[in-house]
């Protein structure tokens, strides 16, 4: 079957009400500054699945939204759905998001799941010495749900969000916030049977940034490690690169753990290079 996408006519309003009633200047946006921005050759790969019914066109007030358009290098695609599109319906089959739906938005799992179209928002753009990408895809995205969304999930931390859970840990902090957009997943140790624990971080992409793993963790030292991957995210999201060999010091951590560089986007267990620290044996 013909894959079909709907594109969209996006106009830019500069009045607060998103009316283009007379040419106005339009007033500066807050940027998101990365203060430890170090320069990289990588890509940020910024990418949502927005569920709902839509408009031909998107017509978003600069102003309301902080949005001064889509970025150089995003692509927004609508795909009609029940279709062969696996684009717009293959997260809706694969059970670990479905279920993932399931527990996270409850109420609206089979809403989502008979929704008539799927708008994705996705693209890679250059390292940046700012996150105004993201603050202007924040934007867009927030528009949809203002205009027909009734769920998006984000594929690189498969965490789902209905409106209310949007606005209150992405859209209304007027930030990066860079915790809310990283997730922090747990698991045993396969093979072992000494209580130790693997942390791991996806997200990491959107800022241009290598993930973090820690292996060999012993429960006790949980909080531990989960404070040092949350000073990461934030470090990495505004800017820092952790060198090759870097070793960590925390005073709630033993010595001996060093960060290497690992991996690469094929890597199914991160869809991203990351830098893997080893508890010290």
């Given at each position: 079957m013909k894959t079909i996408v709907r594109s969209f006519l996006i106009i830019v309003a500069v009045t607060a009400e998103g009316c283009?009633?007379?040419q106005v200047a339009p007033a500066p946006l807050s940027s998101w500054p990365r203060p430890y921005f170090q320069p990289t050759s990588a890509k940020a790969l910024?990418?949502?699945q927005i569920y709902g019914h839509f408009s031909d066109t998107i017509e978003i007030s600069r102003s309301t939204y902080r949005c001064a358009g889509v970025p150089g290098g995003i692509e927004i695609t609508n795909h009609p759905r029940p279709s062969a599109d696996e684009?717009?319906?293959?997260?809706?089959?694969?059970p670990f998001f479905v279920a993932a739906l399931k527990r996270e938005l409850p109420q609206l799992a089979s809403t989502v799941q008979s929704a008539p179209e799927c708008t994705i928002i996705r693209g890679e753009?250059?390292?940046?010495?700012?996150?105004?990408?993201?603050?202007?895809?924040?934007?867009?995205v927030t528009w949809f749900f203002d205009n027909g969304a009734v769920a998006v999930l984000d594929p690189q931390t498969a965490v789902w969000y209905d409106r209310p859970k949007w606005r209150d840990r992405i859209f209304d902090p007027n930030a990066a916030v860079p915790t809310q957009h990283v997730v922090v997943f747990c698991s045993e140790e396969t093979g072992v049977n000494t209580n130790l624990f693997w942390y791991h971080t996806r997200g990491m992409r959107k800022f241009a940034r290598p993930d973090i793993s820690i292996r060999n963790v012993?429960?006790?030292?949980?909080?531990g490690?989960?404070?040092?991957?949350?000073r990461m995210i934030e470090a990495q999201a505004l800017g820092q690169v952790i060198p090759e060999g870097q070793p960590v010091q925390m005073k709630s951590l033993p010595p001996g753990l060093i960060c290497h560089h690992a991996g690469n986007v094929a890597?199914?267990?991160f869809n991203n290079a990351h830098v893997e620290i080893r508890w010290p044996k």
């Open positions: 283009l009633k007379k910024v990418w949502y684009v717009g319906t293959g997260f809706l089959t694969r753009l250059a390292d940046s010495a700012n996150l105004d990408y993201l603050r202007d895809v924040v934007g867009l012993p429960a006790q030292n949980r909080e490690a989960i404070n040092l991957l949350n890597d199914p267990d």
